[in-house]
T-cell receptor, first 117, second 115 residues
Framework: DTGVSQNPRHKITKRGQNVTFRCDPI?????LYWYRQTLGQGPEFLTY????????KSRLLSDRFSAERPKGSFSTLEIQRTEQGDSAMYLC???????????????FGPGTRLTVL | DQQVKQNSPSLSVQEGRISILNCDYT??????FLWYKKYPAEGPTFLIS?????DKNEDGRFTVFLNKSAKHLSLHIVPSQPGDSAVYFC??????????????FGQGTRLTINP
């Protein structure tokens, strides 16, 4: 049984470039979440999907950020025109919710650390 | 507006003793609470959770207590072991029935267990 995987683990980019991260959730999980964590803070919610539908987006998710989950399996998070303030750890999590079972426990991947120079 | 607060950035405990980590919340809509443990360069690992219909949940060396009237929860680790040294995050959701749509995290407490 594999957990949540994220690629790449590290990304260094120059300001103004676009970057894309990928998340593969636990296979039976139909909910997928993106969070961002900066130094000394807890993870902050960005957005979440149930299957392929994006159901909520945080105000933290500016129009330079876009997330997709086209087939309800893996997800991508793209940041356009990166800024130094985007430097953070981007975490993906997944959980299961179907019928009468709706889990609160979310399982996290190892994260992608983004550094914008 | 910090809805979930962990007021102790760090805690140092001797091996074998009890570690108590505290967390306060302000949003009355929260009805499910979780603790995560995080090692450097890894994602948070789920540790233990509690629903608002309970006031205690125990799993091995870990016990979480919930005081709804005070909007306070705590994580007790006993006995503490060196491998428990990590950053601990408290998280809350309003999804007891329909599942968490998002988790709101505290700032974390760095626990160090001294031999």
């Amino acid at each position: 049984d594999t957990g949540v995987s994220q690629n790449p683990r590290h990304k260094i980019t120059k300001r103004g470039q676009n970057v894309t991260f990928r998340c593969d959730p636990i296979s039976e999980h139909n909910r997928l979440y993106w969070y961002r964590q900066t130094l000394g803070q807890g993870p902050e919610f960005l957005t979440y999907f149930q299957n392929e539908a994006q159901l909520e987006k945080s105000r933290l998710l500016s129009d330079r950020f876009s997330a997709e989950r086209p087939k309800g399996s893996f997800s991508t998070l793209e940041i356009q025109r990166t800024e130094q303030g985007d430097s953070a750890m981007y975490l993906c999590a997944s959980s299961y919710s179907l019928g009468t079972r709706a889990d609160n426990e979310q399982f996290f991947g190892p994260g992608t650390r983004l550094t914008v120079l | 507006d910090q809805q979930v607060k962990q007021n102790s950035p760090s805690l140092s405990v001797q091996e074998g003793r009890i570690s108590i980590l505290n967390c306060d919340y302000t949003n009355s809509m929260f009805d499910y609470f979780l603790w995560y443990k995080k090692y450097p360069a890894e994602g948070p690992t789920f540790l233990i959770s509690i629903s608002s219909i309970k006031d205690k949940n125990e799993d091995g060396r870990f016990t979480v207590f919930l005081n709804k009237s005070a909007k306070h929860l705590s994580l007790h680790i006993v006995p503490s072991q060196p491998g428990d040294s990590a950053v601990y995050f408290c998280a809350a959701s309003a999804g007891r029935i329909q599942g968490a749509q998002k988790l709101v995290f505290g700032q974390g407490t760095r626990l160090t267990i001294n031999p």
